[in-house]
């Protein structure tokens, strides 16, 4: 501080001593300016020295700040978004709703999420034109409100009293006879009178078919016959045993609904006796499980049960899976949770 006080005074001193000796050098007295020139630049050359590193290092010392300041911005940003990730990836609750703003809206600027949607709409629709077709919709005469309040009205209070209700489905085994039928309901009195039960049960038609085929290979993996519009496939894939699931639930006043992915149909197309009571879903880009997506999103609609084997632990825990929501994760680990029938 004190060389930098005093960086102006030295300065001046050595002008004028430069004018001195240029005065000097003018009237030809070398001798006195050499001798002079030889006794102050040893002291002058030092104070120089020290007064450009003073001021460089100022400069450095100010550039080095400026700097700084946006790195230590930058890193505690870092910090703060590496806690919120961790707290996502930590926490499997529905009541935690820490996220991304920027993923989600990546997610609400998906093209194909509203793709999805519309066709989860056409679908709904396009089920209930072929249950009235066919003459076995069961549903109350008293219109799409009413059914569309009893059924918000049940699922709310089953979401108030998860564990009043067990429910316990059986359904047949890839066998080539089907056990008895069973299904089981243990309900509090209490709960009888205030929840009423869906009449519509999804099926995951790739799900079940292929599971059946794989055992029936097992155990008759030498007499199965050859293949055939209904029986197993090349592929591993049967629609038998998606045909015992419908006449399981049919037998029980219940009305299955299957969703098929697009693939699967292609490679086993749909039997004919089954075109009315299975939608094939569309084809939706990045999405492989668009299937399993429209058979979660259906359940939810209806409240009713979906049968599958998969245990959707990406659908439940993922937030940056395409296609999942706040709402699928609450339904699946609450009310879905109880509703899922695995087989």
Not at 189 to 200: C, H, L
Request: charged share 30%.
């Amino acid at each position: 501080d004190q060389r930098q006080h005093a960086q102006p005074f030295m300065l001046a001193a050595l002008q004028e001593q430069l004018r001195r000796c240029a005065g000097k050098v003018v009237d030809g007295q070398r001798s006195p300016l050499r001798n002079q020139i030889l006794s102050w630049a040893p002291s002058a050359v030092p104070e120089l020295d020290s007064l450009c590193h003073v001021s460089s290092l100022q400069e450095v010392t100010q550039r080095c700040k400026a700097a700084c300041q946006s790195p230590e911005n930058a890193n505690g940003l870092r910090q703060s978004l590496r806690k919120v990730c961790r707290a996502i990836k930590e926490s499997h609750v529905p009541a935690a709703k820490l996220r991304s703003s920027a993923l989600l809206e990546r997610l609400q600027a998906s093209v194909a999420l509203r793709e999805l949607e519309t066709d989860l709409d056409q679908l709904e629709a396009s089920i209930q034109a072929a249950r009235k077709s066919l003459g076995c919709l069961r549903r109350p005469q008293a219109g799409e409100v009413a059914m569309k309040s009893s059924r918000n009205k049940a699922r709310q209070e089953a979401v108030a009293e998860p564990k009043d209700v067990e429910v316990q489905v059986a359904v047949p085994s890839a066998g080539p006879t089907a056990p008895s039928a069973k299904q089981t309901v243990e309900k509090p009195e209490a709960a009888v009178e205030k929840r009423t039960p869906a009449k519509t049960v999804v099926i995951n038609c790739a799900n079940v078919g292929t599971v059946y085929s794989e055992s029936r290979r097992q155990l008759y993996a030498e007499k199965l016959p050859p293949s055939t519009e209904t029986g197993p496939s090349k592929r591993g894939f049967d629609w038998d045993g998606v045909r015992r699931v419908f006449d399981f639930y049919e037998s029980h006043g219940l009305q299955p609904q299957g969703v098929c992915k697009f693939r699967t149909e292609k490679m086993s197309p749909v039997p004919s006796d089954l075109k009315s009571r299975v939608i094939v879903c569309p084809v939706v880009d990045d999405q492989r499980d668009v299937d399993d997506l429209f058979t979660i999103r259906l359940a939810m609609r209806y409240g009713c049960q979906l049968v599958d084997n998969d245990n959707y632990r990406d659908w439940k825990h993922e937030e940056g899976k395409l296609g999942t929501s706040d709402d699928i994760r609450d339904w699946l680990l609450g009310d879905g949770a109880q509703l899922k029938v695995t087989y």
